[in-house]
Every structure is written in structure tokens, then in C-alpha cells.
């Protein structure tokens, strides 16, 4: 058995074996209410609570506050319980209106409640949810339990109740034919409590373009073409180190090469052994381009020759901006590993080769060399954006998420340990849909692949999202899998590792990689550009400076694209990768790999903040302090 398996067989084992019981009696008890610190999460709503144990239940005791219970704040109450209840098994809570407001439902956050028992005994029970007027709220406390683990008839029915909700509040529904399914909630506002957002997070998706707009010089962008490439100098105030260096070298090949591994998108490129048929470059071609005395074929068998290939948005229909016909390419791009550098050798810009589509060379012209990178950005641009961040993070995230609240009740160990890596997943996903690919949408208005090619695009991707895709460094096949390869069941603890790391690898670090460089590297226009308006050149020697200033997008849909991934790149209501302020587990054991989990990810960022000081470009993105738990923006 590895080390990795058999320290969390031991986990596991450390959390079955604990008892997740206090026997109380008859007496004064201590319960502290701690209140979420959100904007408006405080209520003035008279709170009750009762004790559900194996003897009997307490009657509803009030939680008498003379200024209710405010955002941020820990109470104290004294109860004396009369009833011997037991064992303590659940607390319920009841808000009603204020005397004074009986038509007034003042919601509240509740984060947890601590009971202290006569004998000493503590008990967590954690909340981390609103709650209204309609409905009471049943909850258990913090140590992790199995279903064969619950012989209480009130916790199973608890269980089963839980479970029941859930099923109902979370349905499936189909996003289109062939992706992922989505949760079937229109609205934010409609999410259920436990895992709705703040009014604070959902407020600033909505109007944080428009603080990006704020940020920028032009407040009413036009549809003109930029008269110059120096123009879009000026548009941006206040610029990231980062963003500053990819205006000072994006026409540079090798930070063109640079940003296949370290940019937004380290996902497409591909070492190539053999050419494909359709991309005939020859030796003689990029002969200049290789050392002296090397040949296309050696460099392959070195292993210095990679791929990027565009193939799926092959024969796609470009969109329609301002009256304007928009242009996609689906190009294969050839790169040479050198010295320490990822050079391009060779771009042909549509699949099928022939004579109206040159294979472009770093000894063309400057402006046709420059063209030809640029249709391989805006590429980049697309596959970025729907397949590698929108499908293969956001998507896949809503799902699990979805399963998870579907399947597993909020006592179960695997829930507990999740349930951190979800938190405003659904919400930033409705509200995204809402705002960004719905059919009146930013996609639409401001990307060459507009509404209906995103959509057959998105259908093309996910044919190839397979699970070995996810998680490369598991074997091809999996044992009890699905076609495309996804486990239906788990044998062995260790099969049930390896998905969860996958899980939580897909929502936080995943998701840093593709997310968190959004503005810094695609705020730059000529960069990343979200829309081209002409089409892919035919022959070489036709590209001019006034062509490529044609080509790019124009000033409206620039602005409006930088505003964009402005939006994509913010985060305010973060927790990074290791911190749990939702206290779920109160076992020792868990405890403890908490704290390891979170030493280990500290001496990480020691690590890379040494390297990082090395470097002309800093790589931050996965610095442990930027990755999120979640998917969050």
C-alpha cells in the first residue's frame, strides 16, 4: 500500500471510530450562536432552539437578545433544560418575526452553534447557511459519520430528510445536447440557502464591468478601427507589472512561445513525434530555424518539436459585431524548444492545406508573420476561454457540486471535505450564463465565435473531455468506467482518492491556472483578441500595417473585451487553497492534516516566491496564497 493511500485509509479509520455523541441530563447548558459576517447577514428575528435527543426532545427555548443578533457577532445564552433528553443527537432552530414586525421575515446567517453540556461536554453543530421564517432548521453536529454508522432512529431519519430536500432543491437540466448538465435554477436569488451567495458578491458581478469601464479612459468606446497599435497604449490608467510586459513583447516570438506554457492557456500544446497530413511542413521549410546540421525529423526523436492544434474550431461561422462579418481560424501551430525557449517555426491558419493556405514562416515578412500569430491568439482566445476555463472548470464544477449535493448528506466525511472546494460555484455559474454566453450575452456581442458557434464548439470539446484528461497521471482505463472513462463506482479507497484529488485539483489549482491571468495577460488586445474582422490571409506578401489594424478588433469591442476579462479576473470574497473558516470537522485527526496540508502549502510559497525573484516575469498564478478553494469568479 503507498504512503499517500494508507494516510488516508488512517484518516478515514480516525474519523469512523469517534464517537459523535454527548450524554447529557437535566441542567444548565451554555450555547453560543455565531452569526455569519456577510453584509446583512445579522437578524432581528426572535431565534428559538431545542434539544433532540434519545429520551426525549427539550421544548423550544428562546435565545433572548435585546439588539438581535448582529453580523459578525458570538452570544452567549444560559438554558435550563428540565427534560432528560439523553443523548444529545440534533438542535432545531425557529425564527419568527419580531413582535414589533410580525409581518417582517428579517433573514439570517447562522455560521454555527456550540452547546456546552453540564458535564463540561462540547458540541459543534455547524450551520454556515440562511434562514428564514417558513421553515425550521434541524442540524447535527460536527463529527463526520457513515450512514452504517447512524443507529439513532432520529439521526436517520435526519439523514434521510436531509437527503430528500436536497433531491428536491437540486434538479438537473440540460445546458445543451452533449455538455454537462446544470443545476435548474434560473436566478441567484433562487439558489437554496445553503448555498446562496451574499447580496454583496452577486452586486458586484453585476456592476464590476462597469468599474472596469471606470478604470479605463474611454467611457463611450467607438466602432472606428484604431489608428494605431501605440493608441491602445493609452487606454488603461492604472496597469499590472505583468500587463505592462506583455504590451512592451507580445509581437516577440518567444514570449509567443512563452505563454503556451506559462500564460493563460498551458493545456493545447502537445510534444509532436510525427506531422500530421495535414500540416506538410518540410525540413527545408524551417531548416533556418533548427541548429546547424539538425533536420525536422531529429528534433522530433529529441523531443523538441510541439504542437498546437486549433482543430475544433475548423469550419465554425464567425459572428456579427456592430454590422460587421467576424472571422475565425482553426490553425496548427509548429514550435522549436531551444535553449531554454519555445520558438513558432511554422503556422498554416485553416485544417485542410493547399494553395490558399500558406504554412507561415518566421523568415516572411513582419507583417504577415505578425498576422499569422495573430489568428493563432485569437484561436487561443477561444479555446481558453469555453474549453479549458468555461468547460473544464466551471462546468465540471457545477456538476460536482450538483452530485455532490444530490448524493452525499452533510454528515457524510466526503461532503465535509468538499463541500469547502463548491462554496459559489453555483451563483458565479447561473450569473455567468445570465450575463456572458446567454444569447444576449458578452459572447455574443463581442467575440468573433458569437452564440451558436459556441455552442457547437463547446459540443466538440466536450466529446474529448475524458477523465484521464482531467487526471493525466491515472491510467488510461479505469475499472467499473463509463465510456469516456469516468469511474461509476469506487472498489478500493484508493480509486476513491484519486477522483476526489481530481475534484479538488479541478476547482482550485485548475482553475487558478486558466482564471486568475485573464486581465494580465488577455487585457492587452492585440494579445488576445476576442474578435478578428477580416479573413485569414490567402497568400503571403498581402498583410500591411493598415490590414493588421483592419483585421483587429475595433475600439467598442476592445474595450468591451478588456472590460470582460477585467470581470473574469477579480476576486474579493476569496479563501485561498488550505484555509477552512467553516468549521465542519471537530475530530483531532482532521485537525491535524488541516494544519500539515496548510504547512506544506506555506513552504511552497516560500519556494516560489525565491524563484519568482529570479525572473523577468514572475509566474504567480499558482502560488498557493492565489489559488482559491473554489471555483469563485
Not at 74 to 96: H, P, R, V
Not at 274 to 295: D, I, N, R, W, Y
Not at 384 to 404: D, I, K, P, S, Y
Request: net charge positive; charged share 20%; proline share 7%.
Amino acid at each position: 500500500m503507498s504512503r499517500r493511500r494508507r494516510r488516508f485509509s488512517l484518516t478515514l479509520y480516525h474519523l469512523l471510530i469517534q464517537s459523535p455523541y454527548v450524554r447529557v441530563t437535566m441542567g444548565k447548558y451554555t450555547v453560543q450562536v455565531f452569526t455569519g459576517d456577510a453584509l446583512w447577514a445579522g437578524t432581528s428575528n426572535r431565534i428559538s432552539i431545542k434539544f433532540i435527543g434519545t429520551n426525549c426532545n427539550s421544548k423550544h427555548h428562546q435565545l433572548a437578545t435585546m439588539t438581535g443578533f448582529w453580523a459578525g457577532s458570538e452570544q452567549t445564552f444560559s438554558l435550563n433544560i428540565k427534560e432528560n433528553i439523553g443523548e444529545l443527537l440534533l438542535i432545531e432552530l425557529e425564527a419568527k418575526p419580531p413582535s414589533y414586525m410580525s409581518f417582517i421575515d428579517d433573514e439570517w446567517f447562522c455560521s454555527k452553534i456550540i452547546v456546552t453540556t453540564p458535564e463540561g461536554g462540547r458540541m459543534l453543530f455547524p450551520c454556515h447557511r440562511w434562514m428564514s421564517c417558513d421553515k425550521k432548521l434541524v442540524l447535527r453536529n460536527s463529527v463526520a459519520m457513515l450512514k452504517t454508522q447512524d443507529l439513532a432512529p432520529q439521526l436517520l431519519a435526519h439523514r434521510q430528510e436531509n437527503m430528500k430536500r436536497r433531491c428536491q432543491d437540486f434538479n438537473w437540466r440540460i445546458f445543451a445536447p452533449g455538455l454537462p448538465h446544470q443545476v435548474n435554477i434560473e436566478s441567484p436569488s433562487n439558489l437554496p440557502p445553503e448555498v446562496r451567495f451574499s447580496f454583496t458578491k452577486q452586486k458586484e458581478f453585476l456592476f464590476i464591468s462597469g468599474t472596469a469601464f471606470m478604470k479605463m479612459k474611454l467611457e463611450c468606446p467607438s466602432n472606428d478601427t484604431w489608428n494605431s497599435i501605440d493608441d491602445l497604449n493609452g487606454i488603461l490608467s492604472n496597469k499590472t507589472k505583468t500587463y505592462e510586459y506583455v504590451q512592451e513583447h507580445w509581437r516577440r516570438d518567444d514570449f509567443f512561445g512563452y505563454q503556451f506554457l506559462n500564460g493563460l492557456n498551458p493545456m493545447i500544446i502537445r510534444r509532436c513525434s510525427e506531422l500530421p497530413k495535414k500540416f506538410p511542413v518540410t525540413s527545408e521549410m524551417v531548416q533556418g530555424f533548427l541548429p546547424e546540421g539538425s533536420t525536422l525529423k531529429s528534433e522530433m526523436k529529441k523531443g523538441h518539436i510541439f504542437l498546437c492544434d486549433y482543430k475544433r474550431l475548423k469550419d465554425l461561422e464567425g459572428n456579427e459585431i456592430n454590422r460587421k462579418k467576424q472571422y475565425l481560424a482553426a490553425p496548427l501551430c509548429l514550435l522549436f524548444s531551444d535553449r531554454g525557449k519555445l520558438l513558432p517555426i511554422a503556422i498554416q491558419l485553416n485544417q485542410e492545406p493547399g494553395p490558399g493556405n500558406p504554412i507561415f514562416l518566421p523568415s516572411d515578412s513582419e507583417h504577415d508573420w505578425l498576422v499569422a500569430k495573430t489568428f493563432v491568439r485569437n484561436a487561443e482566445f477561444n479555446e481558453h476561454e469555453l474549453n479549458f476555463h468555461l468547460l473544464r472548470t466551471h462546468l465540471l464544477g457545477e456538476v460536482f457540486t450538483v452530485a455532490m449535493m444530490r448524493t452525499l448528506p452533510s454528515c457524510h466525511p466526503l461532503f465535509k471535505l468538499l463541500v469547502p472546494h463548491s462554496r459559489y460555484t453555483l451563483q458565479i455559474n447561473i450569473m455567468g450564463r445570465n450575463h456572458l454566453i446567454s444569447p444576449d450575452g458578452s459572447f455574443s456581442k463581442f467575440t468573433a465565435i458569437g452564440n451558436d458557434s459556441m455552442t457547437t464548439f463547446l459540443k466538440r470539446a466536450a466529446s474529448s473531455l475524458t477523465y484521464s484528461s482531467l487526471c493525466p497521471y491515472l491510467p488510461k482505463t479505469f475499472p467499473f468506467s463509463s465510456p469516456l472513462g469516468f469511474p461509476e463506482s469506487f472498489r478500493t479507497v484508493g480509486q476513491l482518492a484519486k477522483f476526489v484529488t481530481m475534484v479538488i485539483f479541478t476547482v482550485s489549482a485548475q482553475h487558478a491556472a486558466v482564471n486568475n491571468g485573464q486581465f494580465d495577460f488577455g487585457g492587452y488586445m492585440p494579445n488576445f483578441p476576442s474578435s478578428l474582422r477580416c479573413p485569414p490571409p490567402r497568400q503571403k506578401g498581402s498583410t500591411t500595417k493598415d490590414s493588421i489594424l483592419e483585421t483587429l478588433p475595433d475600439v467598442s469591442t476592445t474595450v468591451n473585451a478588456m472590460a470582460i476579462v477585467y470581470l473574469l479576473s477579480q476576486d474579493s470574497d476569496r479563501y485561498p487553497l488550505g484555509h477552512y473558516p467553516e468549521e465542519l470537522f471537530s475530530e483531532e485527526t482532521p485537525q491535524k492534516l488541516k494544519t500539515q496540508f496548510k504547512n506544506s502549502l506555506l513552504d511552497l510559497e516560500t519556494s516560489i516566491d525565491a524563484r519568482n525573484k529570479t525572473l523577468d516575469l514572475p509566474y504567480t498564478f499558482l502560488n498557493p496564497r492565489n489559488v482559491d478553494n473554489s471555483i469563485a469568479i
